[in-house]
Structure formats: C-alpha cells, structure tokens
C-alpha cells in the first residue's frame, strides 16, 4: 500500500482537518524524519492555504484545527480523537 493510500484508508479519503474530500494532498507534518503515514496528513488546499498563512482561518471551514493563541507557528489539531499539533513550517507543499 502506497503512502497515499494509507492516508486515504485512514480518514476514508478526506481532508484530516475538515473532512472535505476534494483538493486532497499529502503533506509532511511536525518535522517528521520518517515519511510513512505518521509523518503525513492529507488535508485538502483550502486547509493548506490556512496553514501557509494565505487566507485566514475560517472557522467555518475548518472545525478541526486551531491556531495556538500565543504561538503562531504552530496549529493544533484533533485527528481519530488524538490531539496533534502542526508546525507550521513544516508543511510542505509536494508538487
Ligand atoms: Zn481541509
């Protein structure tokens, strides 16, 4: 099974932030130095955008993640009831 398919077995082919299912794509999270699915989320370009700081957060879009209050580079967010936290400059795009 290919990372991407993992990624789309694990949150049934959508978005891990908002669960949107259109514009997915894997991105590396946290600094991950592994580049199996614990060290990717797939997320959707709306979410991405968010995160790379081109558009605002949108609480209506994305009900799963968070900005850190006192910590811009970070985002936090809830995936399978696990909490997790995105840093922000790690996320890379994959083109
Ligand atoms: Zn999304």
Redesign the pocket.
């Known amino acids: 099974m290919t990372l991407q398919q993992k990624l789309i077995v694990r949150n049934d082919g959508k978005?891990e932030?908002?669960n949107?299912p259109q514009g997915l794509a894997i991105h590396e999270v946290a600094g991950a130095t592994y580049s199996d699915a614990d060290g990717s989320i797939l997320?959707?370009t709306?979410?991405l955008a968010q995160i790379d700081k081109k558009e605002e957060l949108d609480p209506a879009?994305?009900r799963n993640i968070r900005l850190v209050p006192d910590n811009t580079d970070q985002i936090e967010g809830r995936i399978e009831g696990q909490q997790i936290v995105i840093l922000t400059k790690f996320v890379r795009k994959q083109n």
């Open positions: 978005c932030l908002c949107k997320i959707c709306k979410c879009h994305v």
